[in-house]
């Protein structure tokens, strides 16, 4: 018998989500589903996936979990977070409720420039601390691999500071981190609505300092990407701006992400794919023609519906129109202070099966292997497939589309992180 350290038999269902790239269009679909399933882990990575008839008998665990009655799935991976920041914005949420926009309040001084107070008054300890508890409820509702942006410090010391909490939570917590640069997430006040001197301050002095502190970093070690983001927007960056920001940030060695057409399309979808970008993401008012292109682009589409939710808007990302014309789709949170305070990628499913008419399928895709590919992790993570790591969730029903269905709770019963069990 071949020792390893984990064995999980009988599930109901084993949920693969295998693929070899990213699932696109109606592969979406496909979860690839394994009846009376079981899992093998030795060293923190898949070793064995099959009927518990098959593998049954193979191998000599330390410890094994009977999961009759449960779903077993990979780990959630939520590709879009602003996990680190300092204070909170529920007075913005009361506001809001009472009628004022989230561009409103962004206008008027609030909004993101309000957290970027608070986080640059905040010490490195604080922030690791505070994003560390966030993470640990996330982990509990079974995500476990997470992107992280800087954005709230917008000036080398502060984005600095950022960073080295990112590498801090990398290290220290059990989840693995993706870290992104959005120095051009919103122009601090210094600069008094300047964007183009600011945007020259990104890519003249900040930039520069994030790209050497990646090539010394613990993710430039283990081969882990850093991306460059923007948020391309009315009261941020113009498109000739988030443009130099990316190229700027390619030439550097980061990847390109974008924050494209929240609110307004400044026309930045057709930019990100000619730039090569990973991902596109929120996408609330991306045309028609624009949907297309996605569709025969290798750039994956990121809807952010908790934001639509949480903004109490009646519109939502046409995921459903992407995925027609064959696009590769992922979910995430969004977690951040104003727009979407919600650790909960079941959440997210949730709102997106209602929503934006995902299948439960289509929805699980979409926060895993789709969402790993998303920020370079999808050779590593995001499905249960011999070689990658052991991100694996024991789900408390037998079907794994309870995850969107019984919405509101926490569907996950165990998480196991790289092969270990976690008590959470
Ligand atoms: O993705 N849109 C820009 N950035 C975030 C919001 C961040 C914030 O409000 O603090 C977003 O929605
Ligand atoms: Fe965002």
Redesign the pocket.
Known sequence: MEPVELYLHHAEQVVTCASRGPKRGPGMAEVGVIERGAVAVRDGRIVAVGPTTQLDGTFAAERAIDCSGRTVCPGFVDA?T?AV?GGD?AAEFELRIQGAS?LEIMAAGG??VS?VRHTRAASEDELVRSASCRLDEMLALGTTTVEIKT??GLSVEDELKMLQVIERLDRDHPCDIVPTFLGA?AVPIEFDGNAEAYTRCVIDEILPEAAAWYASSRFAAQGVPMYIDV?C?DH?FDLGQSRRVLEAGIEAGLKAKM?VD?FNNLGGVPMALELGAASV??LDVTGRAEIEMLGGSGTIAVP?PA?NFNLGMTEYADARAMMDTGAAVALAT?L?????PCPSMPAVMAIACRYQRLTPAEALNASTINAAHAIGAGDETGSIEVGKRADILVLKAGDFRHIPYFFGGNPVQTVIKRGRVMSL
């Open positions: 879009h602003h920041f914005r989230y909004g993101i957290t954005g709230y997430h948020f927007e941020a924050h929240q993401d929120h952010l934001v969004d951040n202070p104003g727009s979407a």
